[in-house]
């Protein structure tokens, strides 16, 4: 005998649409892009993290402050490109690769 599975399960992207709306509204543009700052911050924290550097050390290598890295790794301040590459390049050495998805 087969299980029935769940009807009452939504998907993710199911629950996206439902709460910020399709991809391409407004608000689904403003949640998406949200999203990618905080993975970014995410990232740089664990690759500063992997690299054994506190915030401090990091933000002295690469020219900016302690205070500046934490707002970064806890998704309170944009972060301009160029900033960014002298963090990862410098602070981290490490290189970045972007990539473009289009919709």
Not at 34 to 39: C, G, N, T, V, Y
């Given at each position: 005998m087969k299980k029935k599975i769940n009807e009452n399960l939504t998907s993710f992207a199911d629950h996206l649409d439902k709460q910020y709306g399709k991809r391409g509204t407004e608000d689904r543009d403003k949640f998406e892009a949200?999203?990618?700052?905080?993975?970014l911050g995410v990232m740089l924290q664990e690759l500063r993290k992997e690299k054994?550097?506190?915030q401090a050390q990091l933000a002295e290598k690469c020219g900016t402050t302690k205070n500046y890295i934490?707002?970064?790794e806890n998704n309170a301040s944009d972060i301009r490109l160029s900033t960014l590459i002298r963090i990862i390049n410098e602070g981290l050495g490490a290189n970045l690769k972007l990539s473009v998805n289009i919709r």
């Open positions: 949200e999203f990618e700052a905080f993975k054994g550097l506190t934490s707002r970064i």
